[in-house]
């Protein structure tokens, strides 16, 4: 497979994924709770990826404690944000393995990619 091949199976592949955004895709079906601290801050990452709700522990609403809650949050996000893209990364996977857009011949893209990963 030359380069030009190798194109037209990415467009493909990408023109597959194109079809299927409108199918709610950008959004998984639950929201994802973490925390940090030990559960002195909880974060919960809605379905579309923002953040839903924070709570935070009256521990640490204390002066002495600013630069140690902001750490505690910023910790929460991240670690809530990363798992939310990979369930929305899994969905995205599934969704499109389960019914593959029309005319998106999946067993031909697959069987193209093995043989480029066999070069």
């Known amino acids: 497979m030359n380069a030009e091949d190798l194109n037209?199976?990415?467009?493909?592949l990408k023109?597959?994924?194109?079809?299927i955004m409108p199918?709610?895709?950008g959004t998984i079906d639950e929201e994802i709770e973490t925390e940090s601290g030990g559960g002195l801050v909880q974060v919960v990452v809605g379905t579309h990826g923002g953040v839903a709700k924070i709570s935070i522990d009256p521990l640490l609403l204390d002066k002495e404690n600013v630069s140690h809650l902001e750490q505690l949050l910023i910790a929460a996000v991240?670690?809530?944000r990363s798992k939310w893209e990979e369930a929305l990364k899994q969905k995205t996977i599934s969704t499109f393995l389960q019914n593959p857009p029309e005319g998106f011949d999946l067993q031909k893209a697959m069987a193209d990619a093995l043989k480029v990963?066999?070069?």
């Open 8 to 12: 037209k199976l990415m467009s493909g």
């Open 15 to 19: 023109g597959g994924l194109d079809q």
């Open 23 to 25: 199918q709610g895709l």
């Open 78 to 80: 991240n670690d809530g």
């Open 117 to 119: 990963l066999d070069r």
